[in-house]
């Protein structure tokens, strides 16, 4: 709660907002984002926190009209958090040990035959963005999005697959629920299960359950995964033009990263050693002179573009995007 003393010492004008407009701005955000606090201390930290995101946004955004920033950030559902906060309940993704990779040999395309832009969202191989909510369950999100566009692939059907399932039954696999978990641990759960659920038939409840798996539900399944080359943005983005959409690591760690609103991120203090968070890469492009990835996160459509990132791409794997990607096969 220190942090509380810090941003209660705020004016009453932030950046040129009256009190009054900023009341109607915390109202109407609170009605939009459907949040309920308990009592007057969380209202008040809750709110003290807004206002110094809110100032965050208004000077990046400044920045960014003025051609110094490539991305805009915006006051979406995670506003009233700390950073500290998101990191520890949304962040969920465990580091994978050197043990466990399987490198499998990845034949990938010739540079010369590499599409110049790929887009999986195109082909019908992407569904809807979820929100994990609460719950450290970034890493079921990821594996199952890349599981969904090799079934569809297979089968020519899109399914949603049942991110629950693996939050409940992947425990003896190494997995530790919405306290977090492994993107290769969720496939070594659904191998050895021989299945994993539909998201129709094994809803997600955003909290742990108890293991509920149906063969009535099944959805999907696979035989194996395999892990790219640490750090390799050629060979991922030949995996992503050929295989379809992988799931991967990423630093989300930044401020900027939990209020980004839109453009490409590229964030010079993103360290590439440091990844705490499990997304999905569904394609990659290049947008005014710059390389980006397009990906997937599991925070809803009011975070960045409908759900969407894109986070700039040959910048010596920026944010640590190549570090971990894994694709499974069926």
């Known amino acids: 709660m220190h942090i509380l003393c810090g941003v209660l010492l705020l004016v009453s ?21 459907g949040k309920v606090y308990e009592n007057q201390t969380e209202i008040i930290f809750r709110r ?10 208004l000077r990046h955004n400044q920045e960014a009209s003025a051609g110094k920033q490539s991305f805009t950030m915006g006051l979406n559902h995670l506003a009233d958090m700390i950073s500290e906060e998101i990191n520890e309940k949304l962040n969920g993704l465990k580091q994978e040990e050197p043990i466990h990779f399987r490198n499998g040999t990845f034949k990938g395309m010739s540079g010369l035959s590499m599409p110049q832009s790929v887009d999986w969202r195109k082909n019908g191989l992407v ?3 979820q929100n994990q909510g609460l719950c450290g369950s970034c890493w079921a999100f990821s594996s199952l999005g890349a599981l969904e566009g090799q079934m569809k692939k297979r089968t020519g059907v899109l399914v949603p697959l049942s991110p629950q399932n693996l939050v409940d039954c992947s ?6 629920g919405c306290r977090g978990g492994y993107i290769s641990k969720s496939f070594s759960y659904i191998i050895r299960n021989r299945g ?6 094994y809803p997600y409840e955003h909290q742990n359950g108890k293991c ?11 035989s194996n995964y395999h892990i790219l080359p640490r750090g390799d943005e050629k060979t991922l983005q030949a995996a992503v033009a050929s295989v379809g959409p992988v ?21 010079p203090n993103c360290n590439p ?8 890469v569904v394609g990659y492009g290049t947008d005014r002179g710059q390389d980006f990835w397009l990906v997937k996160n599991s925070w809803g459509t009011a975070w960045g573009e409908g759900g969407f990132i894109r986070i700039a791409r040959n910048k010596k794997n920026l944010c640590g995007i190549a570090n971990f990607a894994v694709y499974p096969t069926l």
């Open 13 to 33: 004008l932030v950046l040129g907002h009256s009190w009054s407009a900023l009341n109607k701005e915390w109202e109407e955000w609170k009605i939009k984002h």
């Open 48 to 57: 003290a926190v807004w206002e110094k995101n809110m100032q965050l946004v």
């Open 127 to 129: 569904s809807p963005v």
């Open 171 to 176: 425990t003896n696999d190494g997995n530790h």
């Open 196 to 201: 994993v659920d539909s998201e129709s038939f």
């Open 212 to 222: 509920r798996y149906s063969v009535k539900g099944k959805a999907g399944y696979c």
């Open 247 to 267: 799931a991967m690591a990423v630093n989300a760690m930044l401020q900027s990263f939990h209020l980004y609103r839109g453009g490409v991120y590229s964030v």
């Open 273 to 280: 050693k440091f990844i705490n968070h499990a997304v999905l």
